[in-house]
Structure formats: structure tokens, C-alpha cells
T-cell receptor
Framework: DAGITQSPRHKVTETGTPVTLRCHQT?????MYWYRQDPGHGLRLIHY???????DKGEVSDGYSVSRSKTEDFLLTLESATSSQTSVYFC???????????FGEGSWLTVV | GQQVMQIPQYQHVQEGEDFTTYCNSS?????IQWYKQRPGGHPVFLIQ?????EVKKQKRLTFQFGEAKKNSSLHITATQTTDVGTYFC????????????FGTGTRLQVTL
């Protein structure tokens, strides 16, 4: 498996609280992604990064922000969590655009 | 906008039966990738198809890319219980090669 670590792996939080999920890679890959997975929707891209401090929105970016201050770390922040953001969040990395994507093991987030 | 349809959503087979999932795009694709996700796990890359009409095999799995590069299929011969999981196709998002759009997946259940 690719060297991707997500933390926390499981979290329960209350509506309205901020939450930050961390993705750390040891592969020195340029591209990093955050996806969410929900029943009936498959995997949907939230945000992605194509380099340090270079990020762009995906298809479901509302309510989320990201930061990438180092090649190896990509943070996903929910400024004020809502129940609709209860989901499994996957970080992924890629060495070059359009190339194979390697996924982390996922972070299960429950917003109550 | 670009649409990726994957069918069927779910299939239940007896061990030893064959299985096929189909991925259809509304636009011509530069390439298509297939991923497998075991229950409770993360998506894992299986293969990438690039050429029109391309056929690739991995043991009991056969992948095809349509002549028009708008559709693809994954066929498993003589399924085994280890084939259980959800199979996703993924295509480059229109206008960019660095973001993938995933199909909604086909969940395969195999029983003895």
C-alpha cells in the first residue's frame, strides 16, 4: 500500500463544531485529493491540490476548506460541521495528473 | 456536463458464476481506470485502459475499452468469494486530466 496516513480514523463530533482531518503521505507525490463516500453517490471529489499552496475545488466543496503547506500534508477542514457531512472521507495521492490514484484507509466522521 | 453511469448497482452471484459490470460515459474518454473496494476498505487501483478497443486481462478479470472510447466493461470469470466488493470505474474529468470522476460502483456479492 502507498504511504498514506489519515487521522483521525474515526471521529464523532457535534453539529457546529470545527473538524480537521489530516492526510500525510511519504511518497512525495504532487497531487493530493479529498473524496467523500456516501451510499448511492460513490466517491465525490471535495478538493484537490496540485502542489504546495495550490488547491482547487471539486464537485462538492461547499462547507469544506483545505490547506497544503507542505508536500506531505493535506488538511481538510469543516469550519462548522453539519449532519450532512457525516461520511467516510478518503485522502488520495497521485504522482502525475490523470495517473493512478492511491487511497488512504479512510476517516469515518459522524456529526450528531 | 459529463456523466458516468455504471450498471448494475448490485449483483449477487453464486460462486463459480461469471460477473460483468459496465461503465458508460456521455463523452469520449482519454482513458478509464478501474478500482476495487472491499467491504470496510479503501478503493484499490486495478487497471487503466487507454486505447480504443483495448482488452486487458488479470487472471480471471477481463477489462475492455469500447471502440468509441465511451464505455468499458469488467468481466470476472468463475467468481470466488474473494471477489466480493464494489467495483468502480473512474474517468478523467472533462477539461482536466488531474481529477477523476468515479462511477457509482457495482457491488458484487458472492455466495457459496
Amino acid at each position: 500500500d502507498a504511504g498514506i496516513t489519515q487521522s483521525p480514523r474515526h471521529k464523532v463530533t457535534e453539529t457546529g463544531t470545527p473538524v480537521t482531518l489530516r492526510c500525510h503521505q511519504t511518497e512525495n507525490h504532487r497531487y493530493m485529493y479529498w473524496y467523500r463516500q456516501d451510499p448511492g453517490h460513490g466517491l465525490r471529489l471535495i478538493h484537490y491540490s496540485y502542489g504546495v499552496k495550490d488547491t482547487d475545488k471539486g464537485e462538492v466543496s461547499d462547507g469544506y476548506s483545505v490547506s497544503r503547506s507542505k508536500t506531505e500534508d493535506f488538511l481538510l477542514t469543516l469550519e462548522s460541521a453539519t449532519s450532512s457531512q457525516t461520511s467516510v472521507y478518503f485522502c488520495a495521492i497521485s504522482g502525475s495528473s490523470g495517473n493512478t490514484i492511491y487511497f488512504g484507509e479512510g476517516s469515518w466522521l459522524t456529526v450528531v | 456536463g459529463q456523466q458516468v453511469m455504471q450498471i448494475p448497482q448490485y449483483q449477487h452471484v453464486q460462486e463459480g458464476e461469471d460477473f460483468t459490470t459496465y461503465c458508460n460515459s456521455s463523452t469520449t474518454l482519454s482513458n478509464i481506470q478501474w478500482y476495487k473496494q472491499r467491504p470496510g476498505g479503501h478503493p484499490v487501483f486495478l487497471i487503466q485502459l487507454v486505447k480504443s478497443g483495448e482488452v486487458k486481462k488479470q487472471k480471471r478479470l477481463t477489462f475492455q475499452f469500447g471502440e468509441a472510447k465511451k464505455n468499458s466493461s469488467l468481466h470476472i470469470t468463475a467468481t470466488q468469494t474473494t471477489d466480493v466488493g464494489t467495483y468502480f470505474c473512474a474517468v478523467p474529468r472533462a477539461g482536466t486530466a488531474s481529477k477523476l470522476t468515479f462511477g457509482t460502483g457495482t457491488r458484487l456479492q458472492v455466495t457459496l
